[in-house]
C-alpha cells in the first residue's frame, strides 16, 4: 500500500439545500444594516443624504453578491471522506484544495446554528496539527454530518497515528 495521499477533487457536494441557507444568511447580513440605514435616514435628517448614498452602496454591493455567491459555493464546494484522509475544497475567488490524513487527525466537531438548524444542515470540523488550520466542511444535512463525526471518529482511533 502506497503511504502517500494523493491532493484530488473530492466526490461529494455539500447538501443542496445549504445554497438556500447561505442565501438566507447573506440577504440577512444585507438587509439588517440596509434597514438600520433606513430608519437612521427616517431619524437623523441632516445626515439623510449621507446614509441614503451608504444605502445605496449597500445594497448595490450586497444584493448581488449575496445572490451569486451561495450559487457559486455550491458549485465549489465538495468534501469526500476516505479510509485514508479527508478531502476538502472550498472558497469562491480563492479556491483552496485540503487533505488531511486519519493518522493527522486531532478532533472532530460538528457545530449547527440557528439558521442551519432551521434548515437542518450542520457543518463539520477537521482539526489537525496543520498550521493551514482545520478543514471545515459545511452545508451537510445535519444526520449525515452526525454519522460522519461517528464515522470519523472510529476511523481515527483505528488508525492511530501521532496527530502531529
Not at 461529494?12 to 433606513?38: G, H
Not at 478543514?135 to 451537510?140: D, E, F, P, S, Y
Amino acid at each position: 500500500m502506497d503511504d502517500v495521499v494523493r491532493l484530488r477533487p473530492p466526490r461529494n457536494r455539500v447538501e443542496r439545500r445549504a445554497v438556500t441557507y447561505w442565501l438566507t444568511n447573506e440577504l440577512l447580513t444585507t438587509l439588517v444594516p440596509a434597514v438600520v440605514l433606513v430608519v437612521l435616514a427616517v431619524l437623523i435628517t441632516p445626515a439623510r443624504p449621507w446614509l441614503l448614498l451608504a444605502l445605496g452602496v449597500e445594497l448595490g454591493i450586497g444584493l448581488p453578491y449575496a445572490l451569486v455567491v451561495p450559487l457559486w459555493r455550491y458549485r465549489v464546494h465538495r468534501w469526500e471522506v476516505t479510509e485514508d484522509a479527508v478531502f476538502t475544497r472550498t472558497g469562491w475567488l480563492w479556491q483552496e484544495w485540503r487533505v488531511a490524513p486519519m493518522s493527522r487527525i486531532q478532533t472532530v466537531d460538528t457545530a449547527r446554528g440557528p439558521l442551519e438548524q432551521l434548515f437542518r444542515l450542520a457543518s463539520v470540523t477537521v482539526t489537525t496539527a496543520s498550521a493551514a488550520g482545520p478543514l471545515k466542511i459545511q452545508g451537510l444535512d445535519h444526520e449525515l454530518a452526525a454519522g460522519l463525526v461517528e464515522r470519523l471518529t472510529e476511523t481515527t482511533q483505528a488508525n492511530r497515528g501521532d496527530a502531529t
